[in-house]
Nanobody, 123 residues
Framework: QLMESGGGLVQPGGSLRLSCVTS????????MSWLRQAPGKGVEWLSRIGYDNSVTHYADSVKGRFTISRDNAKNTLFLQLNNLKTEDTAMYYCAKPISRSSTSARREDYRAWGRGTQVTVSS
């Protein structure tokens, strides 16, 4: 089970920190991902992280602004969102990919998918 939190309304240029608390599997033995879906658009893969914080990958659209991290002792995944733009408005999801190297945006390529947390960037 995956449960996201930390979303909200923020002004352009602002920051948020999203959390994803996990249960039901060995979190420390799982690659994890963040994805988002903006209103009226398809799902976009954002980032993935390896078993610890040493291996991370990002989509070009968020590279340099978003930072993925994890706390294996707390079974929790994070996504730090900085310098937010209006186009970052979306529902944000954490997910457990079937393939470690996946950058897929298809739900069927993930073993588990959270219910999402809404991020709205507006002045």
């Amino acid at each position: 089970q995956l449960m996201e939190s930390g979303g909200g309304l923020v002004q352009p240029g602002g920051s948020l920190r999203l959390s994803c608390v996990t249960s039901g599997f060995d979190f420390g033995d799982a690659y994890m991902s963040w994805l988002r879906q903006a209103p009226g658009k398809g799902v976009e893969w954002l980032s993935r992280i390896g078993y610890d914080n040493s291996v991370t990958h990002y989509a070009d659209s968020v590279k340099g602004r978003f930072t993925i991290s994890r706390d294996n002792a707390k079974n929790t995944l994070f996504l730090q969102l900085n310098n937010l733009k209006t186009e970052d408005t979306a529902m944000y999801y954490c997910a457990k990919p079937i393939s470690r190297s996946s950058t897929s945006a298809r739900r069927e390529d993930y073993r588990a998918w959270g219910r999402g947390t809404q991020v709205t960037v507006s002045s």
